[in-house]
């Protein structure tokens, strides 16, 4: 069979069922495979950030691998910045790219979409990155790819096919599928661990989205019952534990929220799935030296990486907290903390993230009301976004997403587009600053073409929020680059296929999103706000 055979065959007989890809001379052996194959669904975006951002929303809100497909040089290029995000968030992307011919890889010719060492330009980007040379390579690759992407730490890939090796014709062997194992604890580590756990007066739990990756929602909840410790989560790590749950105390972010009234009173922190990195502005909010810090992370350069730990365990999150549950033996384990404190806590935390942003917390709780517990909520580079990881309770798991530490603008649209092609059955949403939709705006395109209901939440401002209130408070109002033009987004998003609505006010916003979740195409619900405060320019309160 061909190449190009070879790598479709091999995707079928992985489970790959959707293929967010753009076409170009390089892979189009690749596309003429694809027609072959009606177990395929093919998407094309209409950029290669769009493939990636696609890719990363499906395979977050589904658990499943995400598979995208460009060129080589300029489009694996674009989808670059995509990539980096999915690698701060943990996700598993595959990023299948064309390369030159074989005989001219790095000949620094000229040759079309030359890039010298392209698989360098990805490796700091990816956990894994590989090129093939021959027809008879493709198939093994493949399977190493999805080794890579379900085992361990489920970083994104890059997987390079040679043009010729696509087009031409050799033996194939394709490769087994397999169950891959996961890397489980040490037992005298939750040995330790459990028993340090059971004996603590005010244990507590820092859950990051390590919990999710693994699938193991349903463990955190059991432990944080059995041992009657509250839940803090960061913004990615949303929705690892029902936040209506009297345990959960919310997300912590830049000492907003209710971490920063508990954080201080834990004995035993049990950080599970998150690297920790706080970024506290003031040291009596971060990690205390007396308290017993244990860490679980799948990767083991993680563990101790950002705290002074008492025990390090690398393993799998899930296969870790049943050990520590099995260990325990299903007895409780009652803590000093008390019903009545976690309430406090949770309400002093709500009421001050209230005071300091009285409209964006009551739009969030709009959109909470009008949506299901489980649509899938993607939080933009923007105000609304901020203010989400904060104020926005989230019931279920895998129906949060965020663009991690590397805050990437253009990030929600795209992303929540994917996440609906993966999850056609449940409500999707993206919050967007007018600053950052304009980034990604032309995908709107592709959700038309595939007919998905995404709603995205215009939040209009006219600037860049973020750069001009802090030109304006630190810079002494020196503003250069940070007020936006104005944008007729009503024409734009009608021109792309979508239907736009454009409010006079906050106010509308829930007969709006009401009405646009009705709809069988995307829809652009333009709000007019004025400029606020993000969290980290608003000073947290005193522990």
Not at 228 to 239: D, L, Q, R, S
Not at 304 to 327: H, K, T
Not at 394 to 417: D, K, M, N, Q, W
Request: hydrophobic residues 40%; contains cysteine; charged residues 20%.
């Amino acid at each position: 069979m061909t190449g190009a055979q070879a790598l479709v065959r091999s995707l079928v007989r992985e489970g790959v069922g959707v293929v967010f890809a753009l076409p170009g001379v390089q892979v189009m052996d690749a596309f003429d495979a694809l027609y072959d194959e009606p177990s395929i669904r093919v998407v094309v975006p209409r950029h290669e950030q769009g493939v990636v951002y696609m890719a990363d929303g499906y395979a977050r809100s589904t658990g499943k691998v995400g598979v995208g497909l460009v060129v080589p040089g300029p489009g694996a290029l674009n989808a670059a910045g995509a990539l980096g995000t999915a690698y701060s968030c943990s996700s598993p992307v595959m990023l299948i790219s064309g390369q030159a011919r074989t005989h001219e890889i790095n000949t620094g010719v000229g040759v079309l979409h030359e890039v010298d060492d392209q698989l360098d330009s990805f490796r700091p980007i990816t956990k894994w990155a590989h090129r093939v040379m021959s027809v008879g390579e493709v198939s093994d690759g493949v399977h190493a790819a999805m080794e890579q992407l379900q085992t361990g730490r489920p970083r994104p890939v890059e997987f390079e096919v040679p043009w010729d090796v696509l087009y031409s014709t050799g033996d194939v062997n394709l490769a087994e599928t397999e169950v891959f194992s996961r890397e489980g604890p040490a037992p005298d580590d939750i040995r330790r661990a459990a028993d340090m756990l059971a004996s603590a007066h005010h244990p507590l739990i820092w859950a990051g989205s390590g919990v999710m990756l693994s699938d193991a929602s349903s463990e955190l909840l059991e432990l944080a019952t059995t041992l009657n410790a509250p839940v803090i989560t960061t913004p990615e790590g949303k929705g690892a534990i029902p936040e209506n749950n009297p345990l959960a105390l919310g997300s912590f972010y830049y000492a907003h929220g209710s971490s920063v009234r508990a954080m201080p009173q834990a004995d035993v922190i049990l950080v599970v799935g998150s690297r920790a990195h706080t970024l506290m502005p003031r040291p009596e909010w971060a990690f205390q030296p007396h308290q017993k810090i244990i860490q679980i992370d799948v990767d083991p350069e993680e563990v101790g990486r950002n705290l002074s730990l008492e025990i390090g365990i690398p393993s799998d999150a899930r296969l870790a907290l049943q050990a520590v549950l099995g260990y325990l033996g299903g007895a409780t384990h009652a803590s000093q903390w008390t019903a009545a404190e976690l309430s406090s806590i949770k309400s002093e935390a709500a009421q001050s993230v209230r005071a300091n942003a009285p409209l964006q917390t009551e739009m969030l709780d709009v959109i909470r009301q009008e949506l299901a517990d489980d649509a899938i909520v993607v939080a933009g580079v923007t105000d609304m976004g901020y203010w989400g990881h904060l104020a926005f309770p989230v019931h279920e798991t895998r129906s949060y997403l965020t663009s991690g530490y590397f805050a990437t603008l253009g990030f929600a649209l795209p992303t929540a587009i994917g996440a609906k092609i993966g999850n056609p059955d449940r409500q999707v949403v993206a919050l967007c600053g007018d600053g950052g939709f304009t980034y990604a705006c032309n995908e709107l395109a592709t959700a038309a073409h595939e007919r998905a209901n995404v709603v995205a939440l215009l939040f209009n401002n006219g600037a860049f929020g973020a750069s001009l209130t802090e030109q304006r408070d630190r810079l002494r109002s020196r503003y250069i680059g940070t007020s936006l033009p104005s944008v007729d987004y009503q024409g734009l998003v009608q021109s792309l296929g979508a239907k736009g609505m454009k409010l006079d006010s906050p106010q509308e916003l829930r007969d709006a999103l009401r009405d646009a979740l009705r709809q069988d195409s995307p829809v652009v619900v333009e709000v007019p706000i004025p400029l606020h405060l993000p969290p980290f320019q608003v000073a947290p309160p005193t522990p």
